[in-house]
């Protein structure tokens, strides 16, 4: 696996935007289809705030399994830029609402934020199986 991408348990993690049903249903298509994921989930240290990735966040879910590759991101610091898709938004401070609102459990619409995220790491081409069981 990359370095810095550690496999997180699902359970743990909380998203603060929704997941769009066509996406999902076309990602799943995807994934089941190749049998791999291409890229982790971006994810905020210690609130395991999911920053990007939703989507396929969504599809392992309901595909059961148990663990998915993320990479762990200070979202304090300067590492990680957001900036606002949708203009009625405007005025929150959107760090804050970010990691807020996943903490409330009252996600924003699909899309609604953008994650600009120093050093990504690329593709992982991970699979799988190897996230169902322990």
Do not use: W
Not at 10 to 35: N, P
Not at 64 to 90: M, T
Not at 96 to 121: C, D, M, W, Y
Request: glycine share 8%.
């Amino acid at each position: 696996m990359k370095k810095g991408v550690i496999l997180i348990d699902i359970g743990r993690l909380k998203g603060h935007e929704l997941a769009d049903e066509a996406r999902v249903i076309k990602l799943m298509g995807q994934i089941k289809s190749d049998q791999r994921l291409k890229r982790p989930i971006i994810v905020a240290k210690g609130s395991y705030v999911i920053l990007d990735g939703h989507h396929r966040y969504e599809v392992l879910k309901r595909m059961n399994c148990r663990r998915i590759p993320a990479y762990l991101v200070d979202y304090a610091g300067g590492e990680v830029k957001v900036y606002l898709r949708r203009k009625d938004l405007i005025g929150e401070i959107i760090k804050e609402a970010v990691a807020r609102r996943a903490q409330e459990g009252r996600p924003f619409p699909s899309k609604t934020t953008r994650h600009l995220i120093k050093n990504r790491p690329g593709l992982i081409n991970f699979r799988i199986d190897k996230l169902k069981f322990d």
